[in-house]
């Protein structure tokens, strides 16, 4: 089915083709460029293209593939660098060399590769759709291969196989490979979800203590320029307690990609001690990359998320930022001439979003185990304003907001997490497991924590004016022991050994704080003066 191009405005493309189906794959001009349908009318289609379109003239050909925009899931994805399309970097630098130009239709996985599969099922077994027939190692993972259709097994492989042979044939000759398509805009189905009840560990100590985030939550990190988002994230990538990482640098700098890249091969897992980027898969498109492929990478990568919360793993999605995305979507929208809402974004912004935020949560997958999808996404707001569309929409669906401070970024306090407007939805129902799995006194110092932190706030305005000295000794000690949580405790530089912070050792740095806090000021009620207190002359 083909037809011809009528008009070319940017990314967006009209053909005269009849019988497009809403979001088909089309392959556009001479050089089949990827699109995907967004707009039908009576007599053309409008296409997004998500390469370059320069050089494209009207005229040139479009080809519908009868197939929505899918990604290929199975063995091969784990540390590897994909762009916005799933299609590997390595190979397009290969093609075209480092500045990537278009190239063709690539495999997302290389179906030469053998693997041993290790069977689950055997031969005339009753198989059901979903059912996990076998798995092969993938490094120190399991990969489970699932049966996409249901009968009785006639043959199922031992040993090696390639991605390009059936791994099991079912009766009428039903064939079972170990990769599948799938449709990236079509959340992959679960039998039930459940409330997020187990803490996901960040080892960033402001997060983890204060505002704790759960597996299968979702939090979004607001901040201006330079606050330490892209830091945090990839802290946060590095250092959490999950199996699976999928990061995606979303419009942001190529530099930044291309040193943790770098970072990333060189680093272990702190939980696992196996090398970071086995757990790692990174989806690139930064902001030299086609804008209409970056709205569509968030969506190749949580689909690529879902996949391996689906074989029951606890897996964690990363967005640097959604900002970047909400722009490419303004763009495109724009090119459509659709009707502008807030700010010049496109009036379902707020609905996709939290379409997209919905795909995280724990569940109970297609083949009765338990996995998790946990969301954080980066959101940069122009100018630092929290009450611009993207950070108010993604505010009404997220589960924890995370919000970093420019004020505290300029001191140099980071992670510059602002601890009174940052908050956590999730904090009661973690609570219990955190007393219960770190320490039975972990509320109680949390409480002790903010109350400290609130007082100095209110004695603040009060010490500016007549100097610390001139406060009274309580209030001196507030001082003191707010300065310490924040200089021992809230501040963790990534660049140090202390950039990861395990939950006891989290504990275990404010409890002496908050404690040598307690202790202070009952000798202070005794009488002993702060300045003997300091010094430690009360022992003697
Ligand atoms: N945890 C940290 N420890 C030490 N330095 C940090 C930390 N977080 C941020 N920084 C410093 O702040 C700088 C800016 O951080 P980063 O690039 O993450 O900000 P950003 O919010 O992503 O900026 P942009 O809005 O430009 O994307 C870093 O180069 C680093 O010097
Ligand atoms: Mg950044």
């Not at 030299?288 to 391996?308: C, D, G, H, K, L």
């Not at 219960?436 to 004695?459: F, H, M, P, T, V």
Request: a negative charge; one cysteine or more.
């Amino acid at each position: 089915m083909t037809g011809k191009i009528t008009g070319i405005s940017g990314p967006t493309v009209s053909v005269d083709l009849k019988g497009l189906k809403l979001y088909e794959r089309v392959y556009v001009g001479h050089s089949m460029l990827t699109g995907e349908v967004v707009r039908l009318e009576s007599d053309r289609a409008v296409l997004q293209v998500y390469e370059e379109t320069r050089g494209l003239a009207l005229g040139e050909s479009v080809r519908g593939t009868g197939t929505s925009l899918s990604v290929t899931l199975g063995p091969g994805m784990l540390s590897k660098i994909f762009d916005g399309l799933q299609r590997p970097l390595a190979h397009l630098r290969d093609m075209s060399g480092p500045f990537i130009s278009h190239t063709e239709e690539l495999d997302a996985l290389d179906t030469s590769v053998p693997y041993v599969f290790h069977p689950m099922k055997k031969k005339g077994e009753n198989i059901r759709q979903h059912d996990v027939i076998g798995y092969i190692e993938e490094g120190s993972f399991r990969h489970f291969i699932c049966s996409d259709s249901e009968g009785a097994l006639s043959r199922i492989t031992d040993g090696e196989f390639t991605l390009d042979l059936p791994v099991a044939v079912l009766e009428e000759n039903k064939n079972i490979y170990g990769y599948h398509e799938w449709p990236v805009r079509v959340p992959r189905p679960f039998r039930k979800q459940f409330p997020p009840l187990e803490p996901l560990v960040t080892g960033q100590r402001s997060i983890d203590f204060l505002f704790t985030l759960a597996k299968g939550g979702t939090a979004v990190f607001p901040g201006g320029f330079g606050t330490g988002k892209t830091i945090l994230e990839q802290s946060v990538a590095k250092f959490a307690d999950v199996d699976i990482v999928v990061y995606v640098g979303c419009g942001e700098r190529g530099n930044e990609m291309a040193e943790m890249i770098e970072e990333f091969e060189k680093l272990r897992d702190p939980w696992t001690q196996q090398k970071l980027m086995d757990r790692t898969i990174l989806c690139v498109n930064t902001s030299n990359m086609p804008v209409a492929a970056r709205e569509a990478s968030i969506y190749t990568a949580v689909t690529m998320a879902e996949y391996f919360r689906d074989m029951g793993y606890h897996v964690l999605f990363l967005a640097d930022s959604i900002s970047r995305w909400a722009e490419a979507s303004r763009e495109i929208s724009t090119s459509l001439e659709e009707m502008p809402g807030e700010e010049g974004y496109p009036t379902y912004l707020a609905s996709r979003l939290s379409g997209f935020l919905e795909r995280a949560g724990v569940v109970e997958t297609m083949n009765g185990k338990t996995g998790s999808l946990s969301m954080l996404l980066a959101v940069s707001p122009p100018g630092g304003d929290l009450t611009e569309p993207v950070t108010q929409s993604c505010l009404r669906t997220s589960g924890a907001f995370i919000m970093l401070d420019t004020s505290l970024a300029h001191r140099r306090h980071f992670p510059a997490v602002n601890w009174f407007q940052s908050y956590t939805l999730y904090g009661k129902e973690l609570l219990e497991h955190c007393k219960g799995n770190i320490s039975a006194d972990w509320e109680k110092i949390q409480i002790e924590c903010r109350e400290i932190l609130q007082k100095e706030d209110s004695i603040r305005e009060v010490a500016e004016i007549v100097g610390v000295e001139g406060l009274q000794d309580a209030d001196r000690l507030i001082m003191h022991a707010a300065e310490r949580i924040r200089s021992e405790f809230l501040i963790q530089n990534a660049y140090t050994e202390d950039a990861f912070s395990p939950p006891d050792k989290t504990l275990s740095t404010i409890r002496q704080i908050v404690e040598f806090y307690g202790t202070a000021l009952e000798k202070l009620k005794q009488g002993i003066s702060l300045e003997d207190i300091f010094a430690g002359k009360e022992k003697e």
